[in-house]
């Protein structure tokens, strides 16, 4: 009897690993794996401790969790809209809400452009589709450093004729090791918020001030559920806006920026994520350059005219009690490798 082939029909045979290949950076104590399938921000841990409720190297990726959201973020009602004299019709992956939600590139392979101990350049060529009738080039870069980790987005218009629109998102899910999330401290710098009908699509807006979703001056959640796009936000002199979540007790805290070309957060605290025992175990905070259900409202997206390029960064920095940064003793980093 014939000896079974260890190679799949594309290449090597399927290792379990439902993500993909792992690309493994680091910097002082800081470790960051990222992903094959849809360039995922798989798992951040700084000295052993996770900054990230992630996911394990042979589970498929849940609940968005470290996801590339493009060529939108969150949801677009009824999957269908009409833009530039185009239309599109996105498969419903919320159908109980019947909307699709987070894009197309989630779940695609990406590929390494370039890599070094402390960084990796994933990218990814989207064609058109029914989904999403243009082609753009997507790349984004993970690189650490000594104040954390840095996420830089950039796409491109490959084409020479046509003008192409996008919204553009990330979904990490921010964890200070206090479980549940409900005594966590909270600090959104926003002063409005998008107010959202039942299927979690925008219907209006409303300031923050007096609320219950008033976290402008940080204070601890306790039992408020958020799936909420805040907006309006608070930026210091370079631009950024900063969302702070901390242990009260330890001091232990993560800090998330995002640069001008982010006009919004959304701030989920995981309350319907499954299985239900990770429910509330963490707060997503997830940079948007655009409201939910931007393809058919048009609000705040990117146009990008043939052959333009455009560019946004975001980032994450862990800190230890009194804010000191974490992971930064030395700047050793072991070698960026394969997992």
């Known amino acids: 009897m014939p000896e079974a082939r260890r190679d799949g029909v594309m290449g090597p045979a399927y290792d379990g690993v439902p993500s993909g290949r792992q690309y493994v950076i680091g910097h002082g104590g800081q470790r960051v794996v990222v992903t094959e399938v849809g360039a995922t921000l798989r798992s951040y841990e700084v000295d052993g401790q996770a900054v990230l409720d992630g996911f394990g190297a042979k589970e498929v990726c849940s609940s968005g969790r470290g996801q590339v959201l493009a060529p939108w973020p969150n949801r677009l009602g009824d ?47 989207l064609l058109p589709q029914p989904a999403y009738p243009w082609c753009v080039d ?57 107010v959202a009908d039942e299927r979690g699509l925008p219907t209006g807006r409303q300031a923050v001030a007096g609320t219950e979703y008033d976290f402008l001056a940080g204070r601890v959640l306790g039992p408020t559920r958020l799936d909420t796009a805040f907006t309006d936000l608070v930026r210091d002199e370079q631009g950024r806006a900063t969302a702070t979540l901390e242990h009260p007790a330890t001091g232990r805290a993560v800090r998330l920026w995002v640069d001008r070309a982010f006009g919004y957060l959304m701030v989920y605290s995981a ?62 980093a072991g070698s960026s490798r394969v997992d």
């Open 138 to 194: 997507l790349r984004v870069e993970y690189r650490l450093g000594r104040g954390g980790l840095t996420v830089t987005a950039t796409a491109q218009n490959p084409s020479d004729e046509e003008t192409v629109p996008l919204g553009l998102g990330f979904h990490p899910y921010l964890t200070v090791g206090l479980v549940p999330v409900d005594r966590v401290r909270l600090q959104v710098p926003a002063r409005t918020r998008l």
């Open 79 to 125: 999957g269908r809209y009409q833009l530039l004299g185009k239309t599109g019709r996105a498969p419903l992956d919320e159908p109980e809400r019947r909307n699709a939600i987070h894009g197309l590139v989630r779940w695609l392979p990406w590929k390494v452009l370039s890599s070094a101990q402390n960084l990796v350049v994933m990218g990814c060529r």
């Open 271 to 332: 309350d319907g994520v499954e299985p239900a025992s990770r429910r509330r175990a963490a707060v997503a905070i997830e940079p948007m350059t655009c409201p939910p259900d931007a393809l058919r409202s048009g609000q705040d997206l990117v146009m990008l005219a043939p052959l333009a390029s455009w560019q946004a960064s975001w980032g994450i920095e862990p800190l230890g009690p009194g804010a000191e940064p974490l992971g930064h003793e030395d700047s050793r």
